[in-house]
């Protein structure tokens, strides 16, 4: 079946402005996890849902960021007034459940110039 | 406080021998283990996981990982190294708290030598 599916694959963005990176989980999959990797370094934990609600987003790392996922399915991770420090791969993965392994889609390579 | 470190960032070995890449953790539970491959330009891959089973686990491609308590270890390891191994390898922790964080180690990179 269908992996994780993530868009854009690159966003190339000036400082200050808006995104929107979309992911969209395995079907059936309750739980989904956004991370955000920069080069060198492993994926750092920013927010996991569990069905509509955000279970924990603690990882999120100012009030800039922002995640939803309104019918339990598709997410999407919101970035106000870009910074530079921004860019990075960000990752999203999906889970049957909040036990089990996540599977990871390929990531948005997110540029801020 | 670091919840997992991989003490390598980059480990080389001939094709043929054995891998070792090395996992510690620290836990005030129980934790669940996992280790990802991450191919150039591809996606994270589960290659095993440790969730309070048999202690010593099997993955795909050759690899297991053993768990030690004692020693908060969850080495990685293979008897005899591929070229398509060449890749980062990353060791996660999933910690029991209110939360479902899942950590990733540093991760360490993989040279396989002809």
């Known amino acids: 079946g269908a992996g994780v599916s993530q868009t854009p694959s690159n966003k190339v963005t000036e400082k200050g402005k808006y995104v929107e990176l979309r992911c969209d989980p395995i079907?059936?999959?309750?739980?989904l996890y956004w991370y955000r990797q920069s080069l060198g370094q492993g994926p750092e934990f920013l927010i996991y849902?569990?069905?509509?609600?955000?279970?924990?987003d603690s990882g999120l790392p100012n009030d800039r960021f922002f995640a939803v996922r309104p019918e339990g399915s598709v997410s999407t991770l919101k970035i106000q007034r870009t910074e530079r420090g921004d860019s990075a791969v960000y990752l999203c993965?999906?889970?049957?459940?909040?036990?089990?392994?996540?599977?990871f889609g390929p990531g948005t390579r997110l540029t801020v110039l | 406080a670091q919840s997992v470190t991989q003490l390598d960032s980059h480990v080389s070995v001939s094709e043929g021998t054995p891998v070792l890449l090395r996992c510690n953790y620290s836990?005030?539970?129980?934790?669940?283990l996992f280790w990802y491959v991450q191919h150039p330009n591809k996606g994270l891959q589960l290659l095993l996981k440790?969730?309070?089973?048999?202690?010593l686990v099997k993955g795909i491609n050759g690899f297991e990982a053993e768990f030690k308590k004692s020693e908060t270890s969850f080495h990685l390891t293979k008897p005899s190294a591929h070229m398509s191994d060449a890749a980062e390898y990353f060791c996660?922790?999933?910690?029991?708290?209110?939360?479902?964080?899942?950590?990733f180690g540093t991760g360490t990179s993989l040279t396989v030598i002809p």
């Open positions: 440790y969730t309070s089973a048999a202690t």
């Open positions: 836990s005030s539970y129980s934790p669940s």
């Open positions: 079907s059936g999959h309750t739980a």
């Open positions: 849902f569990q069905g509509t609600g955000a279970a924990d």
């Open positions: 993965a999906s889970s049957p459940d909040r036990v089990n392994e996540q599977f």
């Open positions: 996660v922790v999933r910690l029991e708290r209110g939360g479902n964080q899942f950590y």
